[in-house]
């Protein structure tokens, strides 16, 4: 599915961190949800809920996007094996507009 | 924030348990793509996990608002009180499609 | 494809104007980029001008969005026929949101 | 506003032609969109327009991002000067997924 297993550059532990921290909120975000369908919320209210975790979602997204051209991209490009793996990020980028 | 505390029509058992089954898989989503970071996984594999949190997502927000319409709005528009609601629901989309 | 030919309140001489304005602005924005493509202008500056667009058009649609539940759904709710109107308006939220 | 005037590479003519036949489809449909509010048309099916003319230009969107990485960002990457044509990208891809 993907042309590699690992980044180009490994994450750095602090890099690694950062992103889990954002990923814990999120799926405290989606656990703070199911409590509030249990407890038969207004829908507007949950709505809110779940536009905030995709916000945050983005957010994530984005900056591993980031990382991705500036690290993955630009060493596949050095060693003159750029285009291929700009293909697969542009397929994926198409699936997250939608 | 809301106009109210609860839907207009509580939620059945069967609704709030088949909402709160794709809240629990979106959770367990979050929690593997934690694991990925963890494993240094490849930012294309890690961006393809997010997409996929994403739809599941919109799909939930989709059946929320739907069942908001059919009944809240709708009881609201019979008792003459729909327009604010309206309002309210129109502010939410407008988030959401950011 | 849809259930009417026209909205159930017809809208006013200055409520066409005004959407048909934005139209207008939006169909000159179209020109234009046209024209930044024919002089070779610099690819980010053109996706600049295609998210102005895509802002506009957004506009559009959300407040053709809003008239048609405050009047349309509004009316077919009062008269006892508001579900199917929903489903109609669901799946074209869901398209646009794609 | 940007790092540059033109692409990196100019574009083709045939690559100019693309683009505009799809631009000039465009702007057919703003203004076919216009003669359905001066028929004032059921609003749905002028939703249904709207989300035509946003999956358009979302295409052109893509295709022009596409060229810019496999060529400007490819250009600049080899001549050791990627980073900051990278986050001038990243910036553009922020907006247009709002």
New interface residues.
């Given amino acids: 599915?993907?042309?590699?297993?690992?980044?180009s550059q490994?994450?750095t532990a602090a890099e690694?961190q950062a992103?889990?921290n954002r990923?814990?909120r999120?799926?405290g975000q989606?656990?703070g949800?199911?409590q509030m369908?249990?407890e038969?919320?207004?829908?507007?209210?949950?709505?809110?809920q779940?536009?905030a975790?995709?916000?945050a979602?983005?957010q994530?997204?984005?900056s591993?996007?980031?990382?991705?051209?500036?690290h993955?991209?630009?060493d596949a490009?050095?060693s003159g094996e750029?285009?291929e793996m700009?293909d697969?990020?542009?397929n994926?980028?198409?699936?997250?507009?939608?």
């Fill in positions: 599915m993907s042309l590699h297993d690992h980044p490994p994450r690694k992103i889990i990923l814990k999120i799926e989606a656990r949800i199911q369908v249990e038969d919320r207004y829908c507007i209210d949950i709505l809110i779940i536009n975790i995709q916000s979602l983005k994530v997204g984005f591993i996007t980031e990382r991705h051209i500036h993955c991209i630009n490009i050095q750029g285009h700009i697969e990020l542009m994926v980028l198409k699936q997250f507009s939608k």
